[in-house]
């Protein structure tokens, strides 16, 4: 999963670095994700040093050379690096910046004394969805664990029972509605109606974030009982400020980024006009990158002055709240390289090609693909692209509405299942302190509910629509 627009180049046609057959390529991705695996599992190996074996041991497999799988490997952690990594400093800035001044407890405090016990999870599922609507699943992630972290900590829930709302109130936005890039996407693949596609989307995605989400937590908060990891918590500390910031000016630091970026994208629909002065403003400011960067910079007049911060607190803030990452962004960035091989050898294409054969009613068909290359790739945007592509001729005798389910399938599809070549899984896993095995019970089964359940509810709806 790396989920950002970056991935969108990655899907672009490439010439395979290997002439190896189906079969030989299908083993080669088994083998790569086994020797992940065991590496992480048995020997205890980081993840970043896994994955990066791992990817060599998919292009010897598949017979590529060495070279080659080098390249597509360093290139892939490039690529990802350059799209998440400014935007997880950004957000470990803010985060910091909302913890040390007192921002960050205004925020749990008041959320613990309107909600609290059973609608916990509710008010966590409704506000990742909210929050998610305009952003990239990244950037949501960056925005909305810290608040997690300090709500399951101070309220003493279990941590995916506050955690696993969130994270599916993200990634049903994320795969289903649009203006997502995925949905985006298909939508111009497949000609559908925006608007039609965006109301279904939603008629879709309430009831699939419900059962994903806070039901879902549930039985997760059995299989995996964990606390918030303290390494990613900083120590509470208005107790020790003399005041701290107010809940509206906190807040609306918070959804700053949220504002802009939602803003961008209401005006990419309203114009489309690539080339009106409007649409260009609102592309820079709206862009993940200056919107972060704003809220960062409002944060030091609406956060820490407001707590008796002086300038010269603002540098060692900022490294403090940048050396816990380290290690995330490595280990996020080998998962993106891993992706990367995969496609570069050709797994992507085959996936394709041997779906050509398979003669199954469209959405489902649709479905499928996108399934099989999100499982191959890791990646739901690749995988919501090439499906669009294939199926894309299937909709040319579809009405409005079935056209709109298309693409619902095909994002639906996209979100399968994320595993260990996919980006998104090892920033979940590093935030939140787990094991690959605990990540696989948590987050990977809720991917596959939230794949499941949209996809068997984009079914049911074509019968009746």
């Not at 998919?58 to 799209?83: E, Q, R, Y």
Request: hydrophobic letters at 55%.
């Amino acid at each position: 999963m790396t989920r950002l627009s970056v991935e969108i180049l990655a899907a672009d046609p490439v010439e395979p670095i290997t002439s190896a057959g189906h079969a030989q390529l299908g083993i080669a991705v088994l083998a790569g994700i086994a020797v992940i695996v065991l590496l992480i599992t048995q020997f205890k190996l980081h993840a970043f040093l896994s994955l990066t074996i791992g990817s060599l041991a998919l292009g010897a497999f598949a017979g590529a050379p060495l070279d080659k799988v080098i390249t597509s490997f360093t290139g892939g952690l490039g690529t990802t690096v350059a799209g998440v990594g400014v935007l997880i400093a950004l957000g470990a800035i803010l985060g910091k910046m909302l913890a040390d001044s007192g921002g960050a407890d205004q925020i749990v405090d008041t959320i613990l004394a309107k909600a609290g016990g059973r609608s916990m999870p509710w008010a966590m599922v409704l506000i990742a969805s909210v929050i998610g609507l305009p952003l990239f699943f990244e950037v949501g992630v960056v925005l909305l664990i810290p608040v997690v972290l300090m709500v399951a900590k101070r309220g003493n829930y279990s941590l995916m029972r506050i955690g696993i709302p969130a994270l599916a109130g993200l990634s049903v936005m994320h795969g289903l509605v649009p203006p997502h890039p995925g949905p985006l996407v298909a939508i111009d693949a497949v000609k559908a109606n925006l608007g039609v596609t965006l109301a279904l989307g939603v008629l879709v995605a309430i009831p699939t974030v419900i059962i994903a989400g806070p039901l879902f937590s549930r039985y997760a908060a059995r299989w995996v009982d964990v606390q918030a990891p303290d390494r990613m918590i900083p120590q509470r500390v208005s107790e020790d400020l003399e005041k701290r910031p107010g809940f509206g000016p906190t807040l609306a630091t918070i959804l700053l980024p949220v504002v802009l970026m939602l803003s961008k994208a209401l005006v990419d629909i309203m114009i489309d006009d690539p080339e009106n002065t409007t649409q260009r403003v609102f592309d820079v400011i709206g862009s993940p990158l200056i919107a972060l960067l704003a809220s960062v910079l409002v944060g030091i007049f609406t956060l820490l002055r407001p707590a008796g911060f002086g300038k010269e607190r603002l540098t060692p803030l900022v490294e403090k709240g940048l050396a816990p990452i380290a290690g995330i962004l490595l280990i996020v960035g080998a998962g993106g390289g891993f992706k990367q091989t995969l496609i570069d050898t050709g797994v992507g294409q085959m996936i394709l090609d041997i779906s050509k054969d398979w003669s199954i009613p469209a959405l489902l068909l649709a479905w499928l693909i996108a399934v099989a290359i999100r499982l191959a790739t890791g990646s739901a945007t690749v995988a919501t692209v090439s499906a669009a592509g294939l199926v894309a001729p299937l909709a040319a005798d579809m009405s409005t509405t079935h056209t709109a389910l298309l693409v619902l399938a095909i994002g639906a599809g996209s979100l399968f299942f994320s595993h260990v070549n996919d980006a998104g899984f090892w920033l979940v896993k590093e935030y939140f302190g787990l094991n690959v095995g605990q990540t696989i019970k948590t987050w990977s089964v809720m991917e596959t509910i939230i794949s499941v359940v949209a996809g068997g509810l984009v079914l049911l709806l074509s019968l009746v629509i």
